[in-house]
Nanobody, 121 residues
Framework: QVQLVESGGGLVQAGGSLRLSCAAS??????MGWFRQAPGKEREFVEA????????YYADSMKGRFTISRDNAKNTAYLQMNSLKVEETAVYYC????????????????WGQGTQVTVSP
């Protein structure tokens, strides 16, 4: 069983930055991903990182602005978000999988409760 707790969300102006954290507890080694869901929209892939951190995947719209990383000694993954846009207001979720790193939500078996990110004009 893996438990995930996100933090770092909040209110930021357009063009600003936030850093999300995802603290994981539980046995095993797992790939991790970040997803987001805006009201009335489907959950959307943001970024993912392999167990060792050697491989990362980005959604095209976030490439160059968002960066995923992890510190396995702390069992924590991070999402650094720069140049945020109003349309990126959403609940951001951390997810973990005991399988290989993937961009597909349904392949992640463990999810955090989400953290709200609100980007104001």
């Amino acid at each position: 069983q893996v438990q995930l707790v996100e933090s770092g969300g909040g209110l930021v102006q357009a063009g600003g930055s936030l850093r999300l954290s995802c603290a994981a507890s539980g046995r095993g080694s797992y790939a991790m991903g970040w997803f987001r869901q805006a009201p009335g929209k489907e959950r959307e892939f943001v970024e993912a990182i392999s167990r060792t951190g050697g491989r990362t995947y980005y959604a095209d719209s976030m490439k160059g602005r968002f960066t995923i990383s992890r510190d396995n000694a702390k069992n924590t993954a991070y999402l650094q978000m720069n140049s945020l846009k109003v349309e990126e207001t959403a609940v951001y979720y951390c997810a973990a999988t005991l399988g290989v790193v993937t961009t597909t939500p349904h392949r992640y078996g463990y999810w955090g409760q989400g953290t709200q990110v609100t980007v104001s004009p």
